[in-house]
């Protein structure tokens, strides 16, 4: 008899945490596969009209195959007084392809400016303008003499702005006398 309690105490022992665990695991896993997860990307955020515009990256999780993972860009605006959604998501196509593109509040359209597209959004909708992309070893994009621009510290370091008419943009380079070697 002592024996056998012996034997049953160290299987229940052992059941008591190993069990839980495997329930968790079982009922874990399959709600994990194809599950989407949303960070917001503050670094290039923006503050226009009242509301904070960031970019928003959904990743939809596939655990069967990772490589097949998606990751979508959206531009996000919460209110400033309560952080509560101010509208839907707008999808970012080419306009968002590098890892974190600029939003930068000119006038009254807020430009999101990624390494090799320009877009802009205003009265509700995004538009993307071609042939716009960032010269060679720029900055970080700002804002210079009412227009969106970038320094490029190439030989000679040049100030470029960005120039749209319609649906096409471009930088348009002038050399900047820095004084460095």
């Known amino acids: 008899f002592t024996l056998v309690a012996g034997i049953l105490g160290a299987v229940f ?3 008591q945490f190993l069990l839980p665990m495997l329930v968790m695991f079982l009922v874990m896993m399959p709600m994990m596969i194809g599950r989407e997860f949303s960070t917001a990307d503050l670094d290039q955020a923006a503050l226009w009209r009242d509301e904070l515009w960031f970019i928003e990256r959904t990743t939809k999780l596939n655990l069967r195959d990772p490589e097949s993972s998606v990751t979508a860009p959206a531009l996000r605006h919460v209110r400033l007084a309560d952080l509560s959604d101010a509208g839907p998501a707008l999808p970012l196509d080419a306009a968002a392809t590098d890892s974190s593109p600029a939003l930068l509040p000119v006038g009254d359209r807020l430009r999101v400016i990624g390494a090799d597209a320009v877009g802009y959004y205003e009265s509700g909708s995004l538009t993307r303008l ?23 510290l190439g030989t000679p370091p040049t100030l470029a702005t960005l120039h749209a008419e319609g649906a096409r943009a471009e930088w348009t380079a002038r050399e900047l006398p820095l004084g460095l070697p």
């Open 130 to 152: 071609s042939g716009a992309s960032r010269p060679a070893r720029a900055s970080r994009p700002f804002v210079y003499g009412g227009r969106p621009a970038v320094i490029s």
């Open 13 to 15: 022992f052992l059941a």
